[in-house]
């Protein structure tokens, strides 16, 4: 469809990780102090520094995340009857625009609702988001683990996860919820994974796995997440309409 999606949006899509920025703050607060306590001028430069950092998460979690995700969404071109899955939806930040290029299909959202991940994450906090969006008539929010989705094989046309599988501690949970989003793709489906890190690992697991044209690339400055040295990266591939040796579903 590549419709206009409305942004700045009008639901409230929280804080990734609140602890990370909670912490980056303590750690300027120090730095002044020790500046002010020593007369060392460094100590004031590495509050700068930590500064720069933290506005650069702040913008990225409030604004940056969603200017981005809109551009990709738009890009896709959507038919408008897709069925597509967001994994790890938290608030709906990537999910409700998604589901503004929808007419008869659906957006769905799977999420533990896990609030040292997003503050005040909550099912009942994104469905009031979808009805601020004016997209609930077309949200299905399942609560549920992406290493082990709630879903049958095949059963969508696109699959996003946006900041979400890295939450993942171990590399086998996260290579878990990659096989799992390429078993719930159709044949012919495409996936887009943006993320802080791993996303080499995906990428070369989606390649094992048989998807075709599985790639990389930097999503730029406003969705650094705390500076270039937390770039996000995208990573996209589509399921082969034949099945090849690699797929595992
Ligand atoms: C940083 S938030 C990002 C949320 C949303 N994608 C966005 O961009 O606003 C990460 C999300 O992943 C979810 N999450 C973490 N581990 C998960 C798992 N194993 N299964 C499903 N969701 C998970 C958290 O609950 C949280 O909502």
Redesign the pocket.
Do not use: H, P
């Given at each position: 469809m590549g419709q206009r999606v409305n942004l700045p949006r009008r639901g409230s899509?929280?804080i990734?990780?609140p602890y990370a920025p909670a912490g980056i703050a303590a750690m300027i607060v120090l730095f002044v102090v020790l500046a002010l306590v020593s007369g060392v001028r460094g100590f004031f430069v590495s509050a700068l520094f930590m500064l720069a950092i933290l506005g650069s998460y702040l913008y990225t979690t409030l604004r940056g995340?969603h200017v981005v995700w809109s551009g990709l969404l738009t890009r896709a071109q959507f038919r408008g009857d897709e069925r597509i899955l967001?994994?790890?939806?938290?608030?709906?930040?990537?999910?409700l625009l998604a589901a503004q290029h929808l007419t008869t299909g659906r957006a769905v959202g799977?999420?533990?609702?896990?609030s040292v991940?997003?503050s005040g994450?909550a099912l009942e906090a994104t469905r009031r988001n979808a009805a601020a969006e004016g997209v609930a008539d077309r949200v299905d929010l399942h609560t549920?683990?992406?290493?082990a989705l709630p879903f049958e094989d095949h059963s969508f046309d696109v699959v996003v996860?946006?900041?979400?599988i890295h939450?993942?501690g171990e590399r086998t949970?996260r290579e878990k919820?990659i096989v799992e989003a390429v078993r719930v793709l159709q044949p012919g489906g495409r996936l887009m994974v943006a993320d802080i890190r791993a996303t080499r690992q995906y990428r070369d697991q989606l390649a094992l796995l048989g998807m075709q044209d599985a790639g990389r690339r930097g999503l730029g400055w406003r969705f650094w997440w705390g500076g270039p040295w937390a770039a996000t990266h995208l990573v996209t591939a589509t399921k082969p309409r034949q099945p090849s040796g690699g797929e595992r579903s």
């Open positions: 899509y929280g990734d990780a995340k967001d994994m790890g939806c938290g608030r709906g930040a990537v999910l799977v999420d533990l609702w896990r991940d997003q994450n549920g683990d992406m290493t996860s946006s900041l979400a939450n993942i949970g919820a």
